[in-house]
């Protein structure tokens, strides 16, 4: 299991009833340089991204208040799931319709629009596979595992 600190920003219920609750992560780093024009080289990304901290939604089984600090988990399965299906269907979709396409057709250039083409259908898929199935990842939703107690 994959754990993090949060702070509990908000406390709701989704569509089922349940208790759910939008956290923030707060950012860490080792030296506290990060986004600032000094330091390594990840301040570059820090001046481009801004570091920005965005909020989720995960379960609150153990009905947790706003402002409380809590360690939220994700199973690491579901993240190498996840992972696997976005960055891999989408790539062998590419590939695959790459393949078919030059065996049909000699240009280049259409290839590499075909290929484009697979990459494309690809993500579309996996977005239409996500929305489908959301019981499936239901299961792979961060939860709430308990209070924070520093």
């Given amino acids: 299991m994959l754990e993090e600190r949060a702070v509990i920003l908000a406390v709701e219920q989704d569509a089922e009833g349940l208790p759910v609750a939008r956290l923030e992560i707060a950012r860490k780093t080792a030296c506290g340089l990060c986004g600032q024009t000094r330091g390594c080289g990840n301040s570059l990304w820090g001046r481009l991204f801004a570091h920005?901290?965005?909020n989720f939604v995960a379960q609150n089984p153990i009905d947790a208040r706003?402002?409380?600090?809590v360690i939220v988990g994700i199973d690491e399965s579901a993240v190498m799931k996840g992972a696997l299906l976005l960055y891999m269907l989408p790539l062998i979709t590419m590939f695959f319709v790459a393949m078919v396409v030059s065996f049909f057709v000699a240009s280049a250039a259409i290839v590499l629009l075909a290929s484009g083409l697979g990459l494309a259908l690809g993500l579309l898929w996996v977005k239409g596979h996500t929305m489908a199935g959301k019981?499936?990842?239901q299961?792979?939703?961060?939860?709430?595992?308990?209070?924070d107690n520093i």
């Fill in 139 to 147: 299961r792979q939703q961060p939860k709430i595992l308990r209070l």
């Fill in 135 to 137: 019981s499936y990842f």
């Fill in 66 to 69: 706003v402002g409380d600090g």
């Fill in 52 to 54: 920005k901290s965005g």
